[in-house]
């Protein structure tokens, strides 16, 4: 069983487009996050939530929006999309608690904005 | 702040070569210090981790030990295969947060 996944794996859209991926984890973690990797792997927290509430959230446009249904699902929804936005988004999960626990990724989405 | 400095890749050895992959770190108090690895089209996975002072985390035959004389976590292997080829992020914690500070990432390339 895939402990985190993510849904699309590959999404390719043009710009001005409203996109969303999804994400679950079957770890039972309190605790999910988005993280965008660039072309030079650097990778940067977006967003952190904790059993559907908010913790972290990163200087991010507020074109993206991360929505929380429940404990296990984080999908992040991306408004009028732009060329810069084109990146592989990584969804993890901890156990949360502040106490900075092992942190489980999934396989990431990579988005192509034309 | 809280931050952590890698050496810049990419690292290309031969296979079973030795590796250093330096990290070095600057942080408030004694955080819990981390390696992950992303293998090629993957997402990230924890590779090892140390949670105090001296600790060593080893896993698949690498090592990194807690240094807080030099502030450092260099991960070290003794015989690098080809198939450890990947990015090796160095990581710890924000303070009394899940968030987790990520270095730049060392891309390491084995050939036969």
């Known amino acids: 069983d895939t402990a985190v996944s993510q849904t699309p794996k590959y999404l390719v859209t043009q710009m001005g487009n409203d996109k969303s991926i999804k994400c679950e984890q079957n770890?039972?973690?309190?605790?999910m996050y988005w993280y965008k990797q660039d072309s030079k792997k650097f990778l940067k927290i977006m967003f952190s939530?904790?059993?559907?509430?908010?913790?972290i959230n990163e200087t991010v446009p507020n074109r993206f929006s991360p929505k929380s249904p429940d404990k296990a699902h984080l999908n992040l929804h991306i408004n009028s999309l732009e060329l810069g936005d084109s990146a592989v988004y990584f969804c993890?999960?901890?156990?949360?608690?502040?106490?900075?626990?092992?942190?489980?990724f999934g396989p990431g989405t990579r988005l192509t904005v034309l | 702040g809280d931050s952590v400095t890698q050496m810049e890749g990419p690292v290309t050895l031969s296979e079973e070569a030795f590796l250093t992959i330096n990290c070095t770190y600057t942080?408030?108090?004694?955080?819990?210090l981390f390696w992950y690895v992303q293998y090629p089209g993957e997402g990230l996975q924890l590779l090892l981790k140390?949670?105090?002072?001296?600790d060593k985390g080893s896993n698949k035959g690498f090592e990194a030990t807690y240094r807080k004389e030099t502030t450092s976590f260099h991960l070290e292997k003794g015989s690098v295969q080809v198939s450890d080829s990947a990015v090796y992020f160095c990581a710890l914690p924000y303070p009394n947060t899940d968030k987790l500070i990520f270095g730049t990432g060392t891309r390491l390339q084995v050939f036969p």
């Open positions: 942080a408030t108090g004694y955080p819990s």
């Open positions: 770890l039972g973690h309190d605790t």
């Open positions: 140390a949670t105090k002072a001296d």
């Open positions: 993890a999960s901890s156990q949360g608690g502040g106490r900075a626990d092992t942190q489980y």
């Open positions: 939530y904790n059993n559907k509430e908010l913790i």
